[in-house]
């Protein structure tokens, strides 16, 4: 995803690694409103590392524009007026400086990639024209495990997609890639799906929303 970096620290720990902790806020395709963001990185200023997320990101600083990968998680603050913000919090595995003027900060898809485990049965209501179903993925971040859940869908009118989500069951381990659009209610779209502890010689299954 790109973002604007508006704020920047760094820190030394006592192993010798800095720590870049940084802020700013990205722009989601399907929001007006802006998403605050979180960057922790780690530099070495060793010649050698065995952690390529140490020794090959690119420095940056404040006002800059960049495309940046990483673990994410979702982490939540208030503001004035004590209502809760969700913020995205990612440390870094690569960025990318952007020639992008602050001021024309475009809205960049936020595209995730894992393995996740089926929670609920795709559901099929007659009165919505979707079909969905939620996936629950585990990481290790900030020193402790995290949960996060997603809402997926795809349009009932891609019929031929309608096979495969209704072949999943409770439990069931997908590889999965897609777009996340909502930050309040984290869904995602667009999607490549596998399922890895059914049929391993399956082709992916596109689950689209035009």
């Given at each position: 995803m790109?973002?604007h970096?508006?704020n920047?620290q760094?820190?030394?720990?006592?192993?010798?690694?800095t720590?870049?902790k940084?802020?700013?806020?990205?722009r989601?395709r399907?929001?007006?409103s802006?998403l605050?963001?979180?960057?922790?990185?780690?530099?070495?200023?060793?010649?050698?590392?065995?952690?390529?997320?140490?020794?090959?990101?690119?420095?940056f600083s404040?006002?800059?524009?960049?495309?940046?990968?990483?673990?994410?998680?979702?982490i939540e603050?208030?503001?004035n007026?004590?209502?809760?913000?969700?913020?995205?919090?990612?440390?870094?595995?690569?960025?990318?400086?952007?020639?992008?003027?602050?001021?024309?900060?475009?809205?960049?898809?936020?595209?995730?990639?894992?393995t996740?485990?089926?929670?609920n049965?795709?559901?099929?209501?007659?009165?919505?024209?979707?079909?969905?179903?939620?996936?629950?993925?585990?990481?290790?971040?900030?020193?402790?495990?995290v949960?996060?859940g997603?809402?997926?869908?795809?349009?009932k009118?891609?019929?031929?997609?309608?096979?495969?989500?209704n072949?999943?069951?409770?439990?069931?381990?997908?590889?999965?890639?897609?777009e996340l659009?909502?930050?309040?209610?984290?869904?995602?779209?667009?999607?490549?799906?596998?399922?890895?502890?059914?049929d391993?010689?399956?082709?992916i299954?596109?689950?689209?929303?035009?």
């Amino acid at each position: 995803m790109s973002m604007h970096c508006a704020n920047h620290q760094e820190s030394v720990t006592s192993k010798g690694l800095t720590v870049v902790k940084a802020s700013g806020v990205a722009r989601l395709r399907n929001n007006a409103s802006l998403l605050n963001v979180i960057l922790v990185g780690f530099y070495s200023k060793d010649d050698y590392t065995q952690d390529p997320t140490v020794s090959t990101l690119p420095t940056f600083s404040i006002k800059d524009i960049l495309f940046v990968t990483g673990k994410f998680r979702f982490i939540e603050d208030t503001d004035n007026d004590e209502r809760e913000l969700p913020i995205l919090k990612i440390g870094l595995h690569s960025v990318v400086h952007l020639a992008i003027s602050p001021s024309n900060l475009l809205a960049f898809p936020f595209l995730i990639n894992m393995t996740a485990v089926v929670t609920n049965l795709p559901r099929n209501d007659p009165d919505h024209d979707d079909i969905s179903f939620s996936v629950e993925t585990k990481d290790f971040m900030d020193q402790e495990n995290v949960d996060l859940g997603l809402e997926c869908y795809h349009l009932k009118s891609a019929t031929h997609l309608t096979p495969t989500t209704n072949s999943l069951k409770k439990g069931t381990l997908l590889f999965m890639n897609g777009e996340l659009l909502d930050k309040e209610r984290p869904k995602v779209t667009d999607l490549a799906i596998k399922a890895l502890n059914q049929d391993q010689n399956s082709e992916i299954q596109n689950l689209s929303i035009p």
